[in-house]
């Protein structure tokens, strides 16, 4: 989350803006998603770890090489 701040800063948005605009923007994509899916998103927002001790992001990264 801190890398989409500082990507956001660095594009001139005012630093007291920034959480609102990822929050609107995570916003409109939950209401994209399937049902059931925006428990999935918030996982991976907040980086949440599963059974194994890994978060849902570097799970993510495995999938791409990463």
Avoid at 15 to 29: A, C, H, N, R
Avoid at 45 to 60: F, L, M, Q, R
């Amino acid at each position: 989350m801190d890398e989409l701040k500082e990507k956001l800063a660095a594009l001139g948005l005012e630093s007291d803006k920034i959480e609102g605009v990822i929050e609107t923007v995570l916003g409109f994509v939950k209401d994209k998603l399937p049902e059931g899916m925006g428990g999935m998103l918030d996982g991976l927002v907040g980086g949440e770890e599963g059974e194994d001790g890994n978060s849902i992001i570097d799970k993510a990264k495995g999938l791409f090489g990463g």
